[in-house]
């Protein structure tokens, strides 16, 4: 049994032995699933990093974005967890449910290691989250997370629109010196988690290492809730797959995009997914795959990365790369975006479906 899952989000009580044992697997897990992105040394360089929009994790500093911890603080253990489990949605960092929950918990214990930081740490304690008040999910829930938006500033970066084009948007470096978008409400797009309390979670405790700061100081008690249904009200009917995945492309890659496509709308993004199927018979990616195997959620960069060299992403991995699909630049070129495109309307979630909690 693993006993870092029985702590609830305080630090946690491992007998020697078994901590010991854990590494060692932890260890293995990493090698086998985390090293073409996070790197050998934890420095955030694997081979696949050089392709990626956003940069890997380096896990030296010891500064996590995802906690439920106060602001600046360390993850708990549980918060590791939970990103390894999850994934990162619309990043390379994929879900990793399908390991055993041992091999995850174990995994973390060794990601722990790349920073000394863990080690002076005192108690890591979750923040409970704010209850929600009855009214949150009701008109006059949005119209007060409405006046919160405007009085918190949340437009300087995040766009009056909540389409992540406020004045202070292309202007913000993270700590690790990369730049960092901030979240487009209008693709419904959520990094945290799929729940409103993930959101919630986000703006008590903010992200650290990113300009997402804490937001607990100014907001009175529950009004972190009526901020995240403002937010959901700027989630834009997306009609299909295709509309979802030309959008994502077209935010991914823009210059490429307008380029080889023009506007991400739902009648060029179907022509675009239809393309790319005809691209994949050309080159016969069927003689490996079965119509619909390529399910797994992944984001368009890790695919650019899987073009480019399928180890870098998949360690073992024996297909072949396909440089003809990307520019000299590393680019999807445009058989690379309906490619993409294609894969994607297949295997993102169906836009209609998509949790509504
Ligand atoms: C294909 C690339 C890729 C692989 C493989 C990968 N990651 Fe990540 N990981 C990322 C990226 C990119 C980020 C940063 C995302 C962001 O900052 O939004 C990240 C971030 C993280 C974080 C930091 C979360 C936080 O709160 O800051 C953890 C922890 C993590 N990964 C664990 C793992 C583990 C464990 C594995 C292997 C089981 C793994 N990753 C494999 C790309 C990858
Ligand atoms: C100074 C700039 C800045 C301000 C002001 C700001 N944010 Fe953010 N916010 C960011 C950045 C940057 C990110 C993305 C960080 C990342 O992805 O690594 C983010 C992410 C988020 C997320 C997470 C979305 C996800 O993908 O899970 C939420 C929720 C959020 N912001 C809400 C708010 C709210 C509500 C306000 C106002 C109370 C606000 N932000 C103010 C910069 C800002
Ligand atoms: C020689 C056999 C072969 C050919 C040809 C091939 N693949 Fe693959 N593909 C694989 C194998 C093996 C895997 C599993 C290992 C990996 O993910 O790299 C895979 C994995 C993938 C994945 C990741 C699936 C997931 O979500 O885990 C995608 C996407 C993919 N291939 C796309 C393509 C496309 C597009 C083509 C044609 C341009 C193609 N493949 C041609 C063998 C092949």
New binding site residues.
Partial sequence: MVAALAGCGTQDVVPEREAADALARGEEVYLDHCVGCHGVAGDGRGPAATRLLTKPRDFRQGTF?FHSTSPGALPTDEDLIRVTTLGIPYTSMQPYADLPLRDRAAVVQYVKTFSSRWRSSGARVSLPPPPEPADARTRQGVEKGRA??GR???K???GVAGDAK?V?AHA?I?DWGDH????DFTLG?????PRRA??VR??MTG?NG????S?AD??DEGEAWY??AY?RSFARPIETREHLAALLLARDYPDAFARHVGEPTPEAARALALRGSDIDAEKQCMKCHSVGSMQARRSNDWHVAHFADPRSVVPLSRMPAFPSLLDENGTPNADGLATIAYIQATALPNPRNVDSE
């Fill in positions: 974005k919160a938006y918190a500033m949340c300087q970066c995040h406020g202070l913000l993270d960092t978008n901030p979240a797009m959520f990094k945290s988690g993930d959101a986000t703006i992200l990113t300009a997402m700061a937001f100014v907001l901020l995240v937010l």
